[in-house]
């Protein structure tokens, strides 16, 4: 597939022309310019246009393409050779130019047009949406558009108000080929669908023949003859700036729920009922079943023969206010046709006043009250036959009609109330709805906090108390240590002071008998006993010593008194500070390493049940998180869903008060043209009948 | 069907770039041209506007089928825009079109059609500069375009949805971006919600990851987070980004992750294809 340049890529290819393009007279033409200096483009769904003239002064609009057109080139060469083969003036002169415009060192087709000039349908409508001549002309026009094209085998393929110019001279140009379907093509499928305010709701892309331009021409047209016979259409079924005319997708898709059927449906000018009507019964058919155009005949556009259009009455809307000529005074209706009965009953009066006054004077008042019954008998029948007039119903009529339009109004203005308080509602209930989603929103924020910071806590607890283990850790290792020695010093005094004999030690006044004695009491060595109490004997007035075995009892020996124990217990001193004298200093690495390696063990279990504590918490929070963000998106999609519903109710709303403020406009062009028309029968009176009944005017 | 609404005059939509302005952006980007992120982001969204201004110029001049915001985040969070549009947020289109900072003479060697290269000049316009310096508040920045699409919806209840697209390089730095990214895609018009997509500029020579339909070959979480963040491609984008090459399928997602130049260009143009314009 060929990728097109971009609309903008054309912008900067043409700001050279002579090196964008090949052909000799495009070469070093002017290109129309926008505010910026840069080359103007027109653009739409495939191509970009610019206005390009030669030096000889010749203006040509060049199409520069930014999507592929499935078989472009084909297509061109049978659409120029079959309209060389047509006459019609809405033909616009084309070259298709295989080497067309250079843009980033490739070549790229374009279309070399003939410059039109003419107004687009849309902007030509509204400076005529007054004219009905002009009007009903170009609906004439363009309905033998369409049978021209008919008879040629041609389809547009995209009729809509895009790509209809009006010239100066009133006549259409019909611009814009690319999906035109000629005869040779046959087969093929469409290059575009066309606009979508213009296009049946069936129509599909298969759809590629001689017909499926019949529903837009029946649009187009039925728009032309509705602004033309009621020009306040237009500004109530057309938005300004809308991609449309009258009517537009949404009423071909939803025509139950469109705002514009009901005003064309319920038209008083009938034409127009009929064409919406047959167009409205279009919808649901088959695009290969749609009738071709049949235009309406109009026997004149001045005479009210068969079409007799809405004059607009004034006051006007703003928008049309500029628009309007000023209307013709309304003809005054007048009572004609005095008959002789007429004439015979008026004459009756002055013969029944002269009566009643002579019957005054001359009878009694009796007689003469039958003179005045008469006379009101007169009043009241000449009374009934001025109701009965027809001049008097017509007018009666009109008043109905104004009454019937004034409750119309009333009813319209009641809906648009009702809306309005509707839409109050609406807007009250999503703002209230959006503050509940807040509060909700900001209690789950809050629990989570409250989560997250119980979990912190927990673990900054556990984390303080391995951090103190810790720092406990130095002084208790140390401990350990000096304890390690401490034992490893005693143990080594032990068993020297084991090696030393009291019996080889050859004490004064110790003799075997005694150091049998002591051998009996399990003492052999200076490692036997740790030292002597002595213990006061009150009867004796002396001390008696008791020997501290290494197990912590004391025991007496016989023989031993304070003298010699503690001569024993001196020389056990001396040897354990000889023994002290040989004590390690230090503790052997063996064993050194054996404790710390204890302690590094115990130090790394810290580290782990630290990472244990850590993974814990981040474990924790992480599905905290989880059920935070899991129920932020429930709340999340139950706020989409409901605001989705929301913006639905605010467009349909926005519809139906359009929709009323549609009809509004239209009851109160009718009410003014109606109280326009009621001031035509002020003359309608009954003291205006009598003066008619005595003298014919 | 949802994305499906027409976009004209009467019914228009809108558009709201986020750009990431922090001062990782002055680093240069992937791919064999040494150029700084935050020119080729600038680069790429003047590029853009002329594109949407182009792409909606009729006859009468360009229709505002968008309104337009350029939300800058770094330093500060607000409009990214330069010269008269200083400091607006959604601009009708047509303003945009008219109201360039400047307008630029660029030097361009093009071929001549012939085998050469000639020198000639193009007028570029230029509605933002590039910056950068501070943070990454993503964050804010998405909390920003919230504010922005809530007001435009109030409005516009039945348009296309509105479109928010997010460029940055790094990771946010005032939190988890993923709730306010739910909160933006929470904004629904009749024609469905909020669209979110994200761009990721690279800095390294890793091979961009397109628009992908699973997180599964993600390098790691904060890519994951990103895929996370972004809406699903609507149909209309999905036919066009087929035509242009990609793997598409239903889930597919509006994300780019390492991009070099042309992706960013690939992204912005893929993004904005809301619909056909009439």
Known sequence: MVQ????????????????????????????????????????????????????????????????????????????????????????????????????????????????????????????????????????????????????????????????????????????????????????????????????????????????????????????????????ALWGQLHQQGGEYLLLAEEDYTDPAGSSRFPILLDHQVPEVRELVARVRGMLGAPVTALPPLTPITFTTA??????????????????MADHVLPTEPVPRARFVGRDSSLTAVALVAPLLVVGTVLLA???????????????????ASTFAVYRARQETRAKR???????????????????????????????????????????????????HRKETAAIDTEAQRQLASIMSRRGGMGAERKRELDQALADLRAEHVRQRLATVSIADAGLEGLGGKLVA????????????????????NSQAQNKNPFFRLPSGLTVRVPGFGAVKASRLEDWRQKQEWIARNSQPTGLPDSLRRIIESRFAQRVRDLDELEQQVKASAMQQKALVNERFTADLVAIADQVRAANAVTAQRRVEHD??????????????????????????????TYPRFLRFAFTGR | MAYSAEISRTNPTAFVFLVDQSASMNDPIGGEIPQRKADVVADAINRLLTELSVKCAKEEGVRDYFHVAVVGYGQSVGSAFSGDLEGRDLVPLSQVADNPARVEERPKKVPDGAGGLVETTTRFPVWMEPVANG????????????????????????????????????????????????????????????????????ASEATPVTFPESDEDLPDAYARTLFGMSSTLPPDMRSYASQQGFEISDVTRGFVYNADIASVVQFLDIGTRATDLR
Request: aromatic fraction near 8%.
């Open chain 1, 517 to 536: 004695n002591l051998r009996e009491a399990g003492i052999a060595t200076a490692a036997d006993f740790a030292g002597v109490n002595y213990v006061t």
């Open chain 1, 397 to 447: 009529r009109e008043y109905a009609r104004l009454d019937e339009l004034d409750a119309r109004l009333l009813d319209i203005n009641q809906r648009l109330a009702v809306l309005t308080e509707e839409g109050d509602a609406l807007a009250k209930s999503a703002a209230q709805r959006a503050a509940s989603e807040k509060v909700l929103k900001a209690g789950l924020q809050e629990r």
């Open chain 1, 302 to 319: 001045q005479s009210s023969g068969t079409f007799r259009p809405v004059q607009p009455a004034a006051p006007l809307p703003p928008w």
């Open chain 1, 655 to 684: 519809r139906a008060v359009r929709r009323c403020h549609g009809e509004i406009e239209a009851a109160r062009t009718a009410h003014l043209i109606a109280a326009r028309e009621t001031t035509a029968y002020d003359s309608i």
């Open chain 1, 361 to 379: 004077v001359l009878a009694p008042a009796g007689v003469a009250l039958t003179g005045v019954c008469g006379l009101l008998l007169w009043f």
């Open chain 1, 4 to 231: 097109f340049p971009s609309g903008a890529a054309y912008v900067e290819a043409l700001q050279n022309t002579r090196l964008c393009f090949a052909e000799p007279d495009l070469k070093g033409a002017k290109v129309e310019l926008d505010k910026l200096a840069r080359p103007r483009p027109i653009s739409g769904n495939f191509a970009s246009v610019f206005s390009v003239t030669t030096a000889a002064g010749k203006r040509h609009a060049i199409k520069c393409f930014t999507r592929e057109v499935a078989d472009q080139t084909v297509r061109y060469r049978a659409i120029s050779d079959h309209l060389n083969r047509v006459e019609g003036r809405w033909k616009v002169g084309f070259e298709y130019l295989q080497r067309g415009v250079l843009v980033e060192g490739r070549w790229y087709p374009v279309l070399k047009m003939d410059w039109v000039e003419g107004t687009g349908l849309t902007r030509w409508i509204e400076q005529h949406v007054h004219d009905q001549r002009a009007l009903v002309g170009l609906a004439e026009r363009f309905a033998a558009l369409v049978a021209d094209l008919a008879d040629a085998g041609i389809a547009h393929g995209d009729l809509q108000h895009g790509n209809l110019l009006v010239a100066s001279d009133g006549s259409l140009r019909l611009v814009d080929y690319d999906g035109m379907y000629v005869p040779a093509l046959d087969g093929m499928k469409a290059a575009e669908m066309g606009h979508r305010n213009y296009q049946s709701p069936l129509r599909s892309d298969v759809d590629f023949r001689p017909d499926v331009d019949r529903f837009s021409a029946w649009v187009i047209y039925l728009s032309l003859v509705s602004v033309a016979a009621d020009p």
């Open chain 2, 135 to 202: 943070g990454t508040p993503m964050v804010r920045a998405l909390q920003y375009a919230e504010t922005l699409v809530a007001k435009w919806l109030a409005d516009h209840p039945g348009c296309f949805p509105p479109i928010v697209l997010n460029l940055t390089d790094g990771e946010s730095t005032d939190g988890d971006p993923s709730t306010a990214a739910v909160d933006v895609q929470t904004h629904a018009s009749a024609d469905g919600a909020t669209l979110l997509f994200n761009l990721h500029v690279s």
